[in-house]
Structures are given as structure tokens and as C-alpha cells.
């Protein structure tokens, strides 16, 4: 098969590159981004390079990086704007493929396998895109080129800002092997801490790794971790358009027998979320409300919803959120025959991400929708039954 070649597109400091944008004079200066005005709760969405030398992180408390820094300037976020920019990078991306998978309001991965012919290399459109971007928005971004997804957002990670990265299949270990393995795309922090307690501490590391072993450690996962690592990762780039909005996603369930516990009802939730949130999430959205369904043997049917602030698209989230709702208007008088949920008031979930980062929330909601992409991953290959949550088994 002929290599695919895919670019990862990353804006830097999209938030604050854009509030800058209309700040010229303070370019120089160190500036954040922050959440909330109100400085107990405020924390930094986004920083400048110059601010970045002081130490300043993103998702600390604003009043912690003043500290660093006492001539910190702060301004609030503008969600419009990063929209706008975030709809005129994507329209550049199009001059060069229709394959384009958003990931977040500020990256996308493209794929340009087919658009070789006419533009050159990966490298070449890489850098035409960047060049374009700076010119046309005044941001600049950091490119990532490779064969596969994986790699791709690897790359653009690796120099920042204004730079682009290959990783070729020829020598990509002489280039990535030393970096350490939670640069990888779904190592995540608890993933990393286990596998450093054995000594795998670079990517080269896990690659020489026993199956066997790695199952041992992480399950399942740790055998997909190493075949990232190895350069196997051949997901493709999936389009998702912004315009097509299902109202909602719902999903119920009869199983063979009457329900007759609470336990059954959150087992079931969990996995009904875990579909309804694959759904959304590969349309870009957030469910702010919930709909919960119940049917009873008697067939005595209910439903009742609630409306919530933080959207979110994170499975165990929408499900306690179910949960929640269930205990409230449901005292198991008779079994159910059926129950079903239903993820309502969706919208667009990059405006969402960003607004409930004041609350630092979605933090954990960020971690959750990894491993729940990386499931995903695992159930698409060899289906539903070889990987569940633990809290389902
Ligand atoms: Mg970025």
C-alpha cells in the first residue's frame, strides 16, 4: 500500500494570538488569556511566548501567575473571534484537501495524500499552508507531517511556534525513539507514571516491549500504546462537516430480562453514553441537557430531562448525569422493560470546551474523552466485547 501523507495543522497560542491581534501594542509584553476576570477563579486559558518566560502555565490560577509575574496583563477570552479565525484557518486548509479532521477549536489534521500531484510534497504543502496562514491571518502555526495521524500530531508538537516537522517512515525512530512517551497522542499521564515504574520511559523504549508484558501493565491498551509507537497507526482522517446538527442522540435498550436494581440501570447508562458521546463527538458537539427514558413491565412509560451548563461529550459525565436524574424520579415500584437516554440541547462543543475550562472541569472531561477515543479505537478493530470499563465488568 502507498503511504498516506497527513498533516497536523496546530495554531499557536490560538487564544492568545488572536486577542493579540487586535492588542498590537502589547505583543511584547506578557499576556494571558483568562477564563474569569475574577482572579480566585480565573484561570490561564492561553499564554504569549513572552509570558511563557516567566513560567506561566496554562489552566493555573490566574492569581498564581501573577505571582510569577507581576506586569502579567490579562485579558478576557473572545469566543467569537477564536471562531472566526478557527473557520478561516480551516478554509485555507481546503485550498489543498477536503480530508480534514478538527481536533479541538485550534488543530486539524489534513489528509493531502491525494493532493500531492498537484501541490508537491507533504513538507511543500506544509509549508505553503503555513506561509499562507501567516500572511492571510497574522498567526502562525506549527505543522506536523507524516504518514499517519499519530505521527502527524507528534511532529506539530515537537517545534513551536512557526515551524514544521516531518517524521518519514524511513527514520522516524532516529528522530522520535528518545522523546519521552507521554508526548505520545494517548499516553496519558496515569499510563505514563505505570509504565516508568518498569523503565519505559521513551517511545524507542515501549517499541521493545513484549506484548505480553505491556498487556500485563495496561491491558489491551498498552499493546495499542506500543503499535502507535511503532509508526501502525493507520486510522484515517474523518471529515466532519460543521454544518449538518442533529437536534439530538439518543439511544435506548430492552434487555432480555426485567430490570429490577439501580446497578443494572448505571451499567446500562454507562454503555448507552459511551454511544450516544461516539456520536457526538464525531460531530463536533455537546450535549447541555439529558433525557432520561423509562419503560416499565407494565409499560407504563416516563420521561424527564434536565438541562446542565458545561456541555459535554464525556461518556461517564453524561451517564452520571442520567444517574442522577433516574434516582431522582425513579423508586424501582415495578422492573423496567426498557430505559434509554438521550443526549439533548447539543451545540458545537469547541465554543463549549472552552467556557467550562473556567470551572476547570473539563479538564477531567479531557482525559476521559482520550481513553475513550483510544476505546473506540480498540472496539472498532475487534469489537464491543474485548473492551469494556472496568466499572462495567
Ligand atoms: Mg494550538
Not at 434509554?340 to 473556567?358: E, H, T, V
Not at 474523552?369 to 473492551?387: A, C, D, H, L, T
Request: charge should be positive; include cysteine.
Amino acid at each position: 500500500m502507498k503511504d498516506r501523507t497527513i498533516l497536523h495543522c496546530d495554531l499557536n497560542n490560538f487564544f492568545a494570538s488572536v486577542s493579540l491581534l487586535k492588542h498590537k501594542e502589547l505583543a511584547n509584553k506578557p499576556v494571558t488569556v483568562c477564563g474569569s476576570t475574577e482572579e480566585r477563579h480565573g484561570i490561564v486559558l492561553a499564554k504569549n511566548e513572552a509570558a511563557k518566560k516567566f513560567g506561566v502555565k496554562t489552566a493555573e490560577v490566574t492569581w498564581q501567575a501573577k505571582l510569577k509575574c507581576p506586569g502579567l496583563i490579562v485579558l478576557p477570552p473572545e469566543y467569537d473571534e477564536y471562531e472566526k479565525y478557527s473557520r478561516a484557518a480551516r478554509s485555507i486548509y481546503e485550498r489543498y484537501t477536503d480530508i480534514i479532521e478538527p481536533f479541538g477549536i485550534d488543530e486539524c489534521w489534513l489528509d493531502v495524500t491525494g493532493s500531492r500531484l498537484l501541490f508537491g510534497s507533504g513538507e511543500e504543502i506544509a509549508y505553503k499552508i503555513k506561509e499562507t496562514i501567516k500572511s492571510e491571518l497574522g498567526c502562525t502555526i506549527s505543522v506536523g507531517v507524516s504518514f499517519n495521524k499519530v505521527f502527524a500530531k507528534l511532529g506539530s508538537d515537537m517545534k513551536k511556534p512557526d515551524a514544521v516537522t516531518v517524521i518519514p517512515r524511513e527514520n522516524f525512530m532516529e528522530i522520535i525513539g528518545d522523546l519521552p512517551l507521554g508526548d505520545l497522542l494517548f499516553a496519558g499521564r496515569k499510563t505514563v507514571e505505570k509504565l516508568n515504574r518498569y523503565g519505559i520511559v521513551t517511545i524507542n523504549d515501549i517499541t521493545l516491549c513484549d506484548d505480553i508484558m505491556l498487556k500485563s501493565i495496561l491491558g489491551i491498551n498498552g499493546v495499542w500504546l506500543k503499535r502507535y509507537a511503532m509508526g501502525l497507526d493507520n486510522s484515517p482522517v474523518t471529515p466532519v462537516s460543521r454544518d449538518y446538527m442533529p437536534k439530538s442522540v439518543g439511544r435506548s435498550v430492552t434487555p432480555p430480562a426485567d430490570i429490577t436494581d439501580r446497578e443494572t440501570v448505571w451499567k446500562i447508562f454507562i454503555e448507552l453514553s459511551e454511544s450516544v458521546c461516539r456520536q457526538l463527538r464525531q460531530k463536533g458537539l455537546a450535549a447541555t441537557g439529558i433525557c432520561v427514558h423509562t419503560r416499565t413491565s407494565g409499560l407504563e412509560v416516563k420521561e424527564t430531562s434536565r438541562s446542565f451548563k458545561n456541555g459535554t461529550n464525556c461518556s461517564i459525565t453524561l451517564a452520571e448525569k442520567a444517574m442522577e436524574l433516574f434516582d431522582e424520579v425513579y423508586r424501582f415500584g415495578s422492573p423496567l422493560r426498557s430505559v434509554g437516554l438521550r443526549a439533548i440541547n447539543l451545540k458545537p462543543k469547541d465554543g463549549i470546551a472552552i467556557q467550562s475550562d473556567l470551572f476547570g472541569k473539563d479538564l477531567y472531561d479531557e482525559k476521559n474523552e482520550v481513553i475513550e477515543e483510544s476505546i473506540i479505537k480498540v472496539r472498532e478493530r475487534f469489537g464491543n466485547q474485548y473492551i469494556k470499563r472496568c466499572r462495567t465488568l
